[in-house]
């Protein structure tokens, strides 16, 4: 199998690095910026392309892996290629790349930083196709990868990336926050990395809603108080200190 | 070393049962409610206590693990005994304890579920003392446990339990939240489990500002419309999305 990389970003690099690791040739890499082409191609012993017509209509598995904004330009540009297609989109229909007979969705339900390594056991794939020839190929390559692989329609995938919003992206965000409050009292955010995991840790066996613990759970106003008054200085800190605790209390009703 | 338990919450018992493990003789346990402490009792082959007053004053080590609200009365019960009077609230400050002679914090900044083992190596214990032989002891104690020590002031202490706050609380409100979402559609949690394992392994090695992902960072305000397009019913969670959102916008400025 011969696949082409179209973009060069975080979640473009982890994939066709795991794809070359799983020995499947990675034969072109476009992106919109040139030299991250040929840095991503290099990598992978592919040919890095300029101009997005010039990929080869060759090759048996496309990648786009794009902003959402870009895969309709891209779309366009590229050649009518007959094989498989796929993105990489949460949130893009699949319909985005019916300009190609065989295309899909593969979206890796997993957040990706350009400088971590990361196991593809660990990444579950979010598979659409519109017959089972091409889902077949979807999850043999799921499987060369070692992923687990889901079949998921585009509203369910539309769903899972909202959900990976609130867990995934605005959950570090709090890391953020509470890194920020520890900053600014010269404390160091190691002290609560072993808290960080063991609350990550915990919901691999429970539910979320039976492993609350804190303030807001137990009703325990007067903590609460005394944490608003530690934050009267930052009322954006209050605000979002506010709403969640009376979140929680709602969830536990 | 002969150690009293007062109090059979979820920090009482686990603390308890990892001084055990560890080789220190726990002799009594009082409860608010006595069933709970029979119960807890019979796991650490201590004696179950009734009536407050009757704990013992020869005892080196008492640690008092109640709710905040609890801790005046508890201590005003109490016989005024010699030995090391400890609390574990991450909140009350070190002088609620100032009628006993002898007297510290013990404070493990973790989160606790009864149901759920917990190895005290992964529990920082933040340690406040009046004196140096005080905080010899409590460090002999954290070290018989395993943990890293800390000595913490008051100040701190409260910093850290209210960056906890965020970065624990809140964050596991956040996982119910994606649970809550994906359930309402009939997904299942254990799609996002790696995602939310990943998360918080990506902070053990990064600062969380740095591992951001999301849409919100990318200033794709298309996905973020879409998103809250989705939560049109949901005005609350529309209401917490907007707020990270904004939050994580002016955090990267």
């Given at each position: 199998m011969d696949v082409v990389c179209v973009g060069s970003g975080n979640v473009a690099t982890h994939l066709a690095m795991a794809l070359k690791a799983a020995g499947i040739r990675l034969i072109q890499v476009w992106s919109h910026t040139f030299a991250n082409a040929v840095k991503l191609a290099a990598d992978l012993e592919a040919e890095a392309i300029a101009?997005?017509?010039?990929?080869?209509?060759?090759?048996?598995f496309y990648i786009i892996s794009v902003k959402d904004d870009a895969i309709a330009a891209v779309c366009e540009a590229m050649?009518?290629?007959?094989g498989i297609v796929v993105h990489t989109s949460g949130?893009?229909?699949?319909?985005?790349?019916?300009?190609?007979i065989n295309h899909g969705v593969f979206y890796p339900l997993q957040t990706f930083s350009k400088r971590r390594t990361l196991d593809f056991k660990h990444v579950p794939l979010c598979l659409e196709a519109g017959n089972t020839v091409i889902m077949d190929t979807l999850k043999a390559v799921a499987l060369k990868l070692g992923s687990p692989a889901y079949e998921i329609d585009g509203g369910q995938r539309r769903i899972l990336h909202l959900s990976a919003a609130f867990a995934c992206n605005f959950v570090n965000h709090l890391y953020a926050l509470g890194d920020l409050i520890l900053g600014e009292n010269g404390l160091d955010f190691d002290l609560i990395r072993p808290l960080i995991m063991e609350t990550a840790d915990k919901v691999s066996a429970y539910r979320p809603l039976e492993a609350q613990t804190g303030p807001a759970v137990r009703g325990d106003e007067k903590t609460m108080a005394a944490h608003l008054e530690m934050l009267k200085d930052r009322p954006e800190l209050a605000q979002i200190y506010q709403m969640l605790s009376n979140s929680i209390k709602k969830s536990q009703g």
């Open positions: 101009d997005i017509s010039e990929i080869t209509v060759d090759a048996d050649p009518a290629v007959k949130i893009t229909p699949a319909e985005a790349l019916s300009r190609f």
